[in-house]
């Protein structure tokens, strides 16, 4: 697997904020210096059902601008994770633990990060789960960096949301500091 570009899939479920993480992701990922494209796709309920977003971060002119086989799947409900593990042929999954049960998966680093556990402990509010995943994201991999990822959230996310996925995000930086020490860089 060559370096760049990056694709970054979110799965979840409609409602877990997974369009909000692409956004903030190419958003921060566009801050960096990055060529970025951004997609996402919805389950036939705009709610509950399976939903995704991808974002493709790259150091030069991004040619085909669709997520195949991504590089990393941050995934948060089951359903997701039955949907889209299978796209990952050589790469990570960031799995939130308190929903997904993984597979065993051959040439594929799949790690369990306590999401919306975490979320609800630490930071009082299970919907900040998805944040908390974004933050594993991005010291897990080192794409974009908290000041970029602030000011991203500061111009797409609503005030009275930010300081707590803020939040939420900070600590999700710790959980993947963790990760990085299991199995060296992850690329």
């Given amino acids: ?3 760049w570009p990056v694709a970054v899939r979110f799965g979840g479920l409609g409602g877990q904020g997974l369009v909000t993480l692409g956004a903030v992701l190419a958003a ?3 801050k960096t210096g990055f060529q970025v494209a951004a997609s996402q796709s919805y389950g036939s309920r ?10 493709i971060l790259s150091r030069e002119e991004i040619e085909f601008p669709h997520v195949i086989h991504p590089d990393v799947l941050v995934v948060l409900a089951q359903e997701a994770y039955d949907l889209y593990e299978g796209s990952v ?12 049960k ?4 051959e040439g594929v680093r799949q790690y369990l990060v306590e999401g919306t556990r ?38 797409l996310v609503r005030e009275r ?7 939420a995000y900070r600590l999700g930086l710790e959980l993947g500091r963790e990760l990085t020490g299991k199995e060296g860089p992850w690329r």
């Fill in 102 to 105: 993984p597979r065993q998966r």
């Fill in 28 to 30: 921060s990922g566009a």
């Fill in 46 to 55: 705009a709610r509950g059902g399976a939903t995704r977003s991808d974002v």
């Fill in 118 to 155: 975490n979320a609800v402990e630490k930071v009082g509010s299970k919907v900040a789960a998805n944040f908390v995943m974004f933050g594993a994201l991005s010291s897990y991999t080192g794409l974009v960096n908290e000041q970029e990822v602030k000011k991203a959230v500061d111009e």
């Fill in 89 to 100: 042929s050589a790469g990570v999954i960031l799995a939130d633990a308190f929903f997904v």
């Fill in 1 to 3: 697997m060559s370096e």
């Fill in 161 to 167: 949301f930010r300081e707590v996925n803020l939040s």
